[in-house]
């Protein structure tokens, strides 16, 4: 019996397959440095301090 479940997971085995031998996802999974964002909220205590330091950091 071939049920939803079972279906979900095929077709998305499938599109995963398809993305990963296509061009985009040959990029996808090269590894590169990407921007990232941060919340200086998490360095609330420590940003007085040393605004450009804790930034480079």
Do not use: C
Not at 29 to 44: A, R, S, V
């Amino acid at each position: 019996m071939y049920n939803r479940r079972k279906f979900l997971q095929t077709t998305g085995a499938a599109a995963l397959g398809t993305f990963a031998v296509s061009k985009a996802g040959a990029a996808f999974f090269e590894k590169k440095m990407h921007p990232i964002g941060l919340q200086l909220f998490t360095f609330f205590n420590e940003i007085d301090n040393d605004v450009e330091g804790t930034l480079k950091k």
